[in-house]
């Protein structure tokens, strides 16, 4: 099994849509939660970082963590077709530098 | 504006040759890393170095070192190329002392091995 888990997609919405994107993982020591969007040919930026549980909100994005389900979550609301990207979950615990990222999930918005 | 350069964006070699991947930051950022990453499989981590002269394996570092004699600079080396090193490479930074979790990612470099 996998640590992080990360539905590959692709997934395609209509302009102005609500876009659900997920992870999920296996270590129960993860404490830092990012989102990344990576554009065709470019390398990955961070979107959303959010450290153990809850809510975080940032403009049109929102990222979720639900430690207690080992989930996490990243909304956009009003998808415009510049937000056609993969999106990467990645997490990390305490004690290292190293990183694990999800599979990445193709969106597509369709104007 | 934060900067992560990488010596070439597509590249050709042949098996057995010995590949240099070479990575420059701006930022006096501590911590870098190299990833592969391919389809279905994500970003993978090869090496990554919390500071100079420092390096630590990742997930895969079979086939690969790497060398950071300077703060800026991260290398990756493939001793001997193989067709399965084929892959898109990926460097990244990251300052260490705020706590910050955000890695800057370079382009890539797209390796194919003949």
């Known amino acids: 099994q996998k640590e992080v888990e990360q539905d590959p997609g692709p997934l395609s919405v209509p302009e102005g849509a609500i876009v659900s994107l997920n992870c999920t993982y296996s270590n129960s020591a993860f404490q830092y939660f990012m989102w990344y969007r990576q554009y065709s040919r470019k390398g990955p930026e961070l979107l959303m970082y959010?450290?153990?549980?809850g809510n975080k909100e940032d403009g049109r994005f929102t990222a979720q963590v639900d430690k207690s389900s080992k989930y996490i979550s990243l909304f956009i609301r009003d998808s415009q077709p510049s937000d056609s990207a993969t999106y990467l979950c990645?997490?990390?615990?305490?004690?290292?530098?190293?990183?694990?990222f999800g599979t990445g999930t193709r969106l597509k918005v369709l104007a | 504006d934060v900067k992560v350069t990488q010596s070439s964006r597509y590249l050709v070699k042949r098996t057995g040759e010995k590949v240099f991947l070479e990575c420059v930051q701006d930022?006096?950022?501590?911590?870098m890393f190299w990833y592969r990453q391919d389809p279905g499989l994500g970003l993978r981590l090869i090496y990554f170095?919390?500071?100079?002269?420092?390096?630590e394996k990742g997930d895969i570092p079979e086939g690969y070192s790497v060398s950071r004699e300077k703060k800026e600079r991260f290398s990756l080396i493939l001793e001997s190329a193989s067709t399965n090193q084929t892959s898109m490479y990926l460097c990244?930074?990251?300052?260490?002392?705020?706590?910050?979790?955000?890695?800057?990612f370079g382009p890539g470099t797209r390796l194919l091995v003949l």
């Open positions: 990645a997490m990390r615990d305490s004690g290292t530098y190293k990183y694990i």
């Open positions: 990244a930074s990251r300052l260490d002392r705020d706590g910050g979790e955000t890695q800057y």
């Open positions: 170095s919390y500071d100079v002269k420092m390096k």
């Open positions: 959010t450290y153990s549980s």
């Open positions: 930022m006096d950022h501590e911590n």
